[in-house]
């Protein structure tokens, strides 16, 4: 694990004997670093938790940049799967890209619950995202993650410390796909996110709420805690009400 970039080449597997499973997946450019310890805590309160880094995640940028959104797709219905066939219950948490493939996941299976921790749906710059990038993206592979934020010393980066254009193209066509999928989301969903979110805008957070299906539906908006709010533990009372109230969720179904 390199603890200065905050990146994990390893995958995760706690509390195997349990059959209330969870699936937990991480952010774009991220790595199991960001859900290891919210998949520890769980275990310990009884789950069979499973964290693994998505293909082109927890190696190299470059490698990154190969990857195609539909071998992010079939890589999280493989291991949920696969999860699924030892366990009664099962259930998923995702953050920022990890919570766009959890919604669509939730379209596919009969899952328990799922909760969405900051999906991106809207970016902050649609018009690099949406337009830039497109185009761009094969002239301009990478981008430093700093240059993109006005004040980058205040952020601590997971995972690469470049933005992989190739992949956010990639990134950009799951979000378009799993958009139109919002309303067949049935499964009882709690979203989080945060105010002070630097990467998921607050936009995101009306476009979920008011297009998922499920009439089962409870939130969760954080004031002062980051876009990495599964790890930041900045914010120590946040960080504690996050993981209190996924327990909590989680347990009811």
């Not at 899952?111 to 830039?132: C, G, T």
């Not at 094969?138 to 010393?153: H, R």
């Not at 002070?196 to 476009?207: A, E, G, L």
């Amino acid at each position: 694990m390199d603890k200065k970039s905050r990146l994990d080449s390893n995958n995760y597997e706690f509390n195997t004997e349990s059959k209330k499973g969870i699936y937990l997946i991480h952010g774009f450019t991220n790595s199991t670093y960001e859900v290891k310890i919210l998949a520890k805590y769980l275990s310990e309160k009884g789950y069979h938790t499973v964290a693994e880094n998505l293909p082109g995640h927890g190696t190299t940028v470059e490698e990154c940049n190969r990857v195609k959104y539909i071998d992010w797709i079939t890589f999280v219905q493989k291991g949920l799967a696969k999860l699924a066939s030892t366990c009664d219950t099962i259930h998923i948490i995702g953050i920022s890209m990890g919570a766009v493939l959890t919604l669509n996941l939730s379209t596919i299976f009969p899952v328990n619950s799922i909760v969405v921790v900051a999906p991106v749906f809207q970016f902050k710059n649609e018009f690099k995202a949406r337009v830039l990038v497109p185009l761009f993206n094969n002239f301009i592979p990478l981008t430093e993650k700093s240059s993109q934020y006005a004040n980058p010393n205040d952020i601590t980066f997971y995972g690469y410390s470049q933005y992989p254009n190739r992949a956010l193209n990639e990134f950009r066509k799951l979000t378009n796909i799993v958009r139109r999928k919002l309303p067949n989301v049935k499964c009882p969903t709690l979203m989080l996110f945060s105010k002070s979110d630097q990467t998921c805008i607050m936009d995101n957070y009306k476009i979920v709420n008011s297009s998922i299906g499920t009439t089962t539906k409870e939130s969760l908006i954080l004031d002062n805690i980051s876009h990495t709010m599964l790890d930041d533990q900045d914010y120590m009372d946040e960080h504690e009400l996050i993981y209190s109230t996924i327990n909590q969720f989680i347990d009811k179904f």
